[in-house]
T-cell receptor
């Protein structure tokens, strides 16, 4: 158990809908990361937050957004969902903003029908 | 371009046999290197990491990896594989520049273990 929690574990929704994925980092970790794992793209970095502020952006679509709250939990919002958004979404956390190992949560499996 | 290559998509070994999973990276300097393991339906668990110093690093579950700068490689090894090692293994690196912490992953190697 990494100490990173993600909810929900599974999510099934329809095209065009909007969903919110939630992540709680390890106790004391200030940095949260979101990754997408799909069969065709592999594991891809989406976005990083550090102590409430966006730190780095990766291959995140404009339909996706994230935020980190004062209690350090983070939410990833996915809107106007398409079939291709079906994937496993991982959250990870680390103590610092950089040069740090990351600890991963169990993931949320999103299925868009 | 920054990238990680894991040349073997699938590997099958017999229980008790030795294992080596290959990883090559492309980066202009020495990155921070990691191996993660993903069991079916599970998240990613950190096996080991290399930041600096001794190029042979020990990890959990009896795994070790060796960093070879001249070959831009960070291969994972285990002397005797157990059936519970069947999983997918990801090599990743962190480019320590720009003040952020993006992990770049390889495509993964799926390991099957025969009894």
């Amino acid at each position: 158990d990494s100490g990173v929690t993600q909810t929900p574990k599974h999510l099934i929704t329809a095209t065009g809908q909007r969903v919110t994925l939630r992540c709680s980092p390890r106790s004391g970790d200030l940095s949260v990361y979101w990754y997408q794992q799909s069969l065709d793209q592999g594991l891809q970095f989406l976005i990083q937050y550090y102590n409430g502020e966006e730190r780095a952006k990766g291959n995140i679509l404009e339909r996706f957004s994230a935020q980190q709250f004062p209690d350090l939990h983070s939410e990833l919002n996915l809107s106007s969902l398409e079939l291709g958004d079906s994937a496993l979404y991982f959250c990870a956390s680390s103590a610092l903003a950089s040069y740090n190992e990351q600890f991963f949560g169990p993931g949320t499996r999103l299925t868009v029908l | 371009a920054q990238s990680v290559t894991q040349p073997d998509i699938h590997i099958t070994v017999s229980e008790g046999a030795s294992l080596e999973l290959r990883c090559n990276y492309s980066y202009g300097a020495t990155p921070y290197l990691f191996w993660y393991v993903q069991s079916p339906g599970q998240g990613l668990q950190l096996l080991l990491k290399y930041f600096s110093g001794d190029t042979l690093v020990q990890g959990i579950k009896g795994f070790e990896a060796e960093f070879k700068r001249s070959q831009s490689s960070f291969n994972l090894r285990k002397p005797s594989v157990h059936w519970s090692d069947a999983a997918e293994y990801f090599c990743a690196f962190l480019a320590p520049s720009g003040g952020y912490n993006k992990l770049i992953f390889g495509a993964g190697t799926r390991l099957a273990v025969h009894p």
